[in-house]
T-cell receptor, first 116, second 112 residues
Framework: GAVVSQHPSWVICKSGTSVKIECRSLDFQATTMFWYRQFPKQSLMLMATSNEGSKATYEQGVEKDKFLINHASLTLSTLTVTSAHPEDSSFYIC????????????FGPGTRLLVL | AQTVTQSQPEMSVQEAETVTLSCTYDTSESNYYLFWYKQPPSRQMILVIRQEAYKQQNATENRFSVNFQKAAKSFSLKISDSQLGDTAMYFCANFGNEKLTFGTGTRLTIIP
């Protein structure tokens, strides 16, 4: 149980285009989902907290207009990287929490984004 | 602000040996949780062990156990009878103030 999926697992796009990444909780409902970014050989950095039916809460330094988050249902959150540039290339990981509080996070397998 | 420090960037140990990974943290929260996550080459984050700060008893999960020293803000992970499949990045993390903060990780290699 407690499986989280991400789609796509790999995406290559041209600079200036937008990319959408989906995060789904497959066997539980998640009021809260989280989006992280991981650069090569570095740790995970929280980008934003996504709550179903409300606006996402972004961490300091994360551009909300560039990283659009939509948590449309209790099982789906999406991250859209708008007007992507090479510096946005990274590994994006989502997590979902069935307990509402955030202390029980199940992680997705991640999405590798390469912007050319 | 929460911080998590892992002072060992890399470690290696012979198969079947015991290894201890260090972690210290700082938080102003009175109620928080501590975790060790494993990230193998596939990059899937896997929960290894979890500790509630209000519990004095150290958490254990099969070959994995922690030494939680609350006053010292220390949370080390001991892996007993290490196996080749334990080779991975290990991240210590602290959940408090509604967010999870990760350390910089320790790359553990199990040598056959």
């Amino acid at each position: 149980g407690a499986v989280v999926s991400q789609h796509p697992s790999w995406v290559i796009c041209k600079s200036g285009t937008s990319v959408k990444i989906e995060c789904r909780s497959l066997d539980f409902q998640a009021t809260t989902m989280f989006w992280y970014r991981q650069f090569p050989k570095q740790s995970l950095m929280l980008m934003a907290t996504s709550n179903e039916g409300s606006k996402a809460t972004y961490e300091q330094g994360v551009e909300k207009d560039k990283f659009l988050i939509n948590h449309a249902s209790l099982t789906l959150s999406t991250l859209t990287v708008t007007s992507a540039h090479p510096e946005d290339s990274s590994f994006y990981i989502c997590s979902a929490d069935p307990s509402r509080g955030g202390e029980t996070q199940y992680f997705g397998p991640g999405t590798r984004l390469l912007v050319l | 602000a929460q911080t998590v420090t892992q002072s060992q960037p890399e470690m290696s140990v012979q198969e079947a040996e015991t290894v201890t990974l260090s972690c210290t943290y700082d938080t102003s929260e009175s109620n928080y949780y501590l975790f060790w996550y494993k990230q193998p080459p596939s990059r899937q984050m896997i929960l290894v062990i979890r500790q509630e700060a209000y519990k004095q008893q150290n958490a254990t999960e099969n070959r994995f156990s922690v030494n939680f020293q609350k006053a010292a803000k220390s949370f080390s992970l001991k892996i007993s009878d290490s196996q080749l499949g334990d080779t991975a990045m290990y991240f210590c993390a602290n959940f408090g103030n509604e967010k999870l903060t990760f350390g910089t990780g320790t790359r553990l290699t199990i040598i056959p």
